[in-house]
């Protein structure tokens, strides 16, 4: 398919430990987003990829939260010592070029920290 | 603050009812708004976006918003819902401040009945 790919879609860990989560973009987006969004509301503004560097870094809500695309294509999110507040699904989106261009998400992967 | 208000949380209509959802923004400087739905079991896709010229903005399933910037609103209407209209529907916006963040709204959930 040409969309928007998240794997895992769903993961389960327990509070404490590491976890990653990783997006396939559409081929050929230069830009990459990375949203959070908790249950009963919208999603939440973490980061953003233009190439392999991040533009946007200032949505991650603390040091534990980090992410990566080294070759502009696929990103990893990273998320250390998981909290029970980090449950949530975690969306991915890519767009042709940047922030003026439409956003095509993934199904998203949906954390649970016991 | 940067933030996107959706007035209604849920909604409910019978087919062929008329639909406005309303939409209020706060973000300094100029503005990038953005309707996108979120099908049972679906991705999140874009409905119709506006970024400058006509006001009144046509997009996909006979759906059209209308931006009001002495009103900081972006209300999205649809003449004459149908039950595949069932959905949530979430307002954003970005610009040309704030970085590249995209601020969503919390969503309007619409149930339409047949």
């Known amino acids: 398919g040409a969309g928007v790919s998240q794997t895992p879609s769903n993961k389960v860990t327990e509070k404490g430990k590491y976890v990653e989560l990783r997006c396939d973009p559409i081929?050929?987006?230069?830009?990459l987003y990375w949203y959070r969004q908790s249950l009963g509301q919208g999603p939440e503004f973490l980061i953003y990829?233009?190439?392999?560097?991040?533009?946007?870094d200032s949505g991650l809500p603390n040091d534990r939260f980090f992410a990566v695309r080294p070759e502009g294509s696929v990103s990893t999110l990273k998320i250390q010592r998981t909290e029970r507040g980090d449950s949530a699904v975690y969306l991915c989106a890519s767009s042709l070029r940047g922030q003026g261009d439409t956003q095509y998400f993934g199904p998203g992967t949906r954390l649970t920290v016991l | 603050a940067q933030s996107v208000s959706q007035h209604n949380h849920h909604v409910i209509l019978s087919e062929a009812a008329s639909l406005e959802l309303g939409c209020n923004y706060s973000y300094g400087g100029t503005v990038n708004l953005f309707w996108y739905v979120q099908y049972p079991g679906q991705h999140l896709q874009l409905l119709l976006k506006y970024f400058s010229g006509d006001p009144l903005v046509k997009g996909i399933k006979g759906f059209e918003a209308e931006f009001i910037k002495s009103k900081f609103s972006f209300n999205l209407r649809k003449p004459s819902v149908q039950w595949s209209d069932t959905a949530e529907y979430f307002c954003?916006?970005?610009?040309?401040?704030?970085?590249?963040?995209?601020?969503f709204g919390a969503g309007t959930r619409l149930f339409v009945k047949a």
């Open positions: 990829f233009q190439g392999t560097g991040a533009a946007d």
């Open positions: 081929s050929g987006h230069t830009a």
């Open positions: 954003a916006v970005n610009g040309n401040t704030g970085g590249f963040k995209t601020i």
